[in-house]
């Protein structure tokens, strides 16, 4: 493995450096090497996915330090495993992926295309990691391709099972892929969407993917590339259910270590700019390191993946996004004008948290789902409401929380265009349109 470098300015003294750290008491989560460098250090704020329900507005709410760090080794970028994911994960879960109708749309177009590429018919399997409510391997069942979906939220598993989707109700690791192969379980494709940040425990989870897939099998995970995370200023993307932030390196790295090869990957709009990675067995020379792949690898390292001077800016922009975000509603405020939200998403509770927003800067907020409908976001205290509160209220802005879904919600609200209201997206910066 090699250790991140520190490259020189043009007078030949050392760039700057992320803020280096006492030591946290926890190894990096790829490599196993101490972590000592500050990304960028969020403060305290509760589990971002949780929800609050009237008879809970009297109790108190438990806040957790959200701090990333880059390990010097490997380049994993990463948070402490501070929330257990039980805590996080098992029983009730507040996110339905089927609630955004391009995630839905997203998804069928992945199918396709993996059923065609990798010639999926009644005779494979497809199966899911973190398969939510089924969204998308109800396009598997349509297609007549058979498949099972992971997913360790009880409540979640039984609204994809109700779409007719097989559904298993655990953590995935090396541990469940083992008994799932003991019970004849070998995956064609395994589809691992957004779900690889998810994971404390990165190596059992790779492992994992190493023991079920099939000997000439494929499997497919996407995550938001932390080139655009970094680039993009998205900093709302880091909470605690995501407990690392990859890199095409980063990944490669973790999945050669349990004999995976990175042979092919995409470059997606999705979340602010994902990466879709291919792997295959190391042994399955059917399936050649495509130009993609090593072209990305190229890209990155002239980026700076492995210099420590790439990270040690994020963290005053991160700053500068903060004040600039807080400047723009307290101005609002003062001129008299009102401000709502649109979603309670995890991002858009880090971003509230992050930057102390409450009631006294943003009125409330809406959400398609109705689960979250009637309850409070965690930490901020913001009610949650039914998007026809808009319309019945007519605020002058409408701050997009999950600013990546920014044209599918302006053009599912544009009637706001009709009492003069305007949208606001908080990322990169503040911008009003």
């Known amino acids: 493995m090699p ?3 520190v490259p020189a300015r043009p007078d030949g003294t050392p760039a700057a450096l992320p803020a280096e750290v006492p030591d946290q008491g926890f190894p990096c989560r790829s490599c196993g090497a101490p972590l000592r460098f500050s990304v960028v250090d969020l403060g305290l704020s509760p589990p971002c996915q949780n929800v609050v329900r009237p008879d809970q507005l009297g109790e108190g709410e438990t806040f957790y330090p959200l701090h990333a760090f880059v390990c010097h080794e490997c380049a994993l970028v990463q948070i402490d495993a501070v929330v257990p994911p039980e805590a996080i994960f098992e029983g009730e879960y507040a996110y339905f992926s089927s609630y955004s109708d391009s995630w839905v749309a997203h998804a069928r177009r992945y199918v396709d295309d993996v059923a065609e590429r990798f010639r999926l018919g009644p005779e494979s399997l497809m199966v899911e990691i973190a398969s939510n409510d089924g969204y998308l391997l109800q396009h598997a069942v349509a297609r007549g391709i058979p498949c099972l979906g992971i997913e360790p939220a009880a409540n979640v598993a039984d609204a994809a099972r109700q779409r007719g989707v097989p559904t298993r109700v655990a953590f995935f690791g090396q541990e469940e892929a083992e008994r799932m192969r003991a019970e004849g379980i070998v995956a064609d494709v395994i589809a691992a969407n ?3 940040a998810h994971t404390p425990h990165l190596n059992s989870f790779v492992a994992g993917l190493a ?3 099939a000997e000439r099998g494929v499997a497919t995970v996407e995550f938001p590339h932390l080139v655009e995370l970094i680039d993009g200023n998205q900093f709302d ?8 932030y990859f890199s095409f390196t980063a990944a490669e790295r973790v999945f050669a270590r349990h004999g995976l090869v990175l042979f ?6 999705t979340h602010g700019g994902s990466l879709r990675l291919y792997a295959r067995h190391a042994s399955d020379a059917s399936k050649p390191v495509t130009d993609r792949a090593r072209q990305l690898a190229a890209r ?3 980026w700076g993946v492995d210099d420590l001077a790439t990270y040690a800016a994020f963290a005053e922009r991160v700053r500068a996004a903060k004040r600039g975000l807080l400047d723009f509603l307290i101005d609002a405020r003062r001129r008299g004008r009102t401000v709502v939200g649109y979603g309670a998403p995890g991002k858009g509770n ?4 992050a930057c102390g927003i409450r009631t006294d800067l943003v009125d409330y907020t809406v959400d398609r789902n109705p689960y979250k409908q009637g309850t409070w976001t965690p930490g901020a205290r913001l009610p949650v409401y039914d998007p026809s509160r808009i319309a019945e209220t007519r605020p002058d802005y409408v701050l997009i929380l999950p600013w990546n879904l920014r044209d599918e919600i302006a053009a599912q609200m544009s009637h706001v265009r009709e009492w003069g209201g305007q949208f606001v ?3 990169p910066s503040v911008e009003v349109f």
């Open 264 to 269: 092919d990957v995409e470059t997606l709009p």
């Open 3 to 5: 250790t991140l470098n």
């Open 211 to 213: 023991v079920l897939l």
């Open 300 to 302: 990155e390292q002239a």
């Open 350 to 353: 880090t971003l509230l948290n």
């Open 425 to 427: 997206v908080p990322i």
């Open 237 to 244: 993307t880091i909470y605690h259910e995501h407990f690392s």
């Open 194 to 196: 957004n779900v690889l």
